[in-house]
T-cell receptor, first 114, second 121 residues
Framework: AQSVTQLDSQVPVFEEAPVELRCNYS??????LFWYVQYPNQGLQLLLK??????LVKGINGFEAEFNKSQTSFHLRKPSVHISDTAEYFC????????????FGKGTLLTVNP | GAVVSQHPSWVICKSGTSVKIECRSL??????MFWYRQFPKQSLMLMAT?????????EQGVEKDKFLINHASLTLSTLTVTSAHPEDSSFYIC?????????????????FGNGTRLTVT
């Protein structure tokens, strides 16, 4: 079984400050990791993904994440946030293969204040 | 890019009636689509996996007779909430794999529709 833990339910920051949204996972097999963003009353948009290769993954909107296998983490970072980054962020894990199931964390609400 | 369109974006219905939600892949073919349910301020819970041309696979605890899924073509899956009750009020989101992004079909990330807000009165 696989699971995802997002350690912070809410993260308030000021505009232009750096931010880190934390995500830890557990799985008995190799994993594929994703971060999605959800704006109010909308579906989810893929920010970035880790499937293999370099552990530092760059995504859209200036976000990046680092896969750390020893710490089973996949934290999301942005060096300088904007008001428009205010949204819910979901970390997700999949073990891939034909039995593809995406398991989501509970989400972290990022609120960027002026 | 891969686009998944979901319709309607919101619907209000009376208790006891049925509601159909459509999920379309606009620029790619999706042999598999996924239906999620999201409660307020909570994560997405996978309800079922919709397979084109065959029966859907439901997650444990999801009533297949209440949430009917039809995946009749490679670009359309529908979710029908039958005999809806107020506790069925929720945000329903569909998603589909979009292959051809260089990682193989099963490693392709999911692309999501914009969701449907269902309110049962």
């Amino acid at each position: 079984a696989q699971s995802v833990t997002q350690l912070d339910s809410q993260v308030p920051v000021f505009e232009e400050a750096p931010v880190e949204l934390r995500c830890n996972y557990s799985s008995s097999v190799s994993v594929y990791l994703f971060w999605y963003v959800q704006y109010p009353n909308q579906g989810l948009q893929l920010l970035l993904k880790y499937l293999s290769g370099s552990t530092l993954v760059k995504g859209i909107n200036g976000f990046e994440a680092e896969f750390n296998k020893s710490q089973t983490s996949f934290h999301l970072r942005k060096p300088s946030v904007h008001i428009s980054d205010t949204a819910e962020y979901f970390c997700a894990v999949s073990s891939g293969g034909s039995n593809y199931k995406l398991t989501f964390g509970k989400g972290t609400l990022l609120t960027v204040n002026p | 890019g891969a686009v998944v369109s979901q319709h309607p974006s919101w619907v209000i219905c009376k208790s006891g009636t049925s509601v159909k939600i459509e999920c379309r892949s606009l620029d790619f073919q999706a042999t598999t689509m996924f239906w999620y349910r999201q409660f307020p301020k909570q994560s997405l819970m996978l309800m079922a996996t919709s397979n084109e041309g065959s029966k859907a696979t439901y997650e444990q605890g999801v009533e297949k007779d209440k949430f009917l899924i039809n995946h009749a073509s490679l670009t359309l899956s529908t979710l029908t909430v039958t005999s809806a009750h107020p506790e069925d009020s929720s945000f329903y989101i569909c998603s589909a794999r979009a292959p051809g992004q260089g990682f193989g079909y099963y490693n392709s990330p999911l692309h999501f529709g914009n969701g449907t807000r269902l309110t049962v009165t």
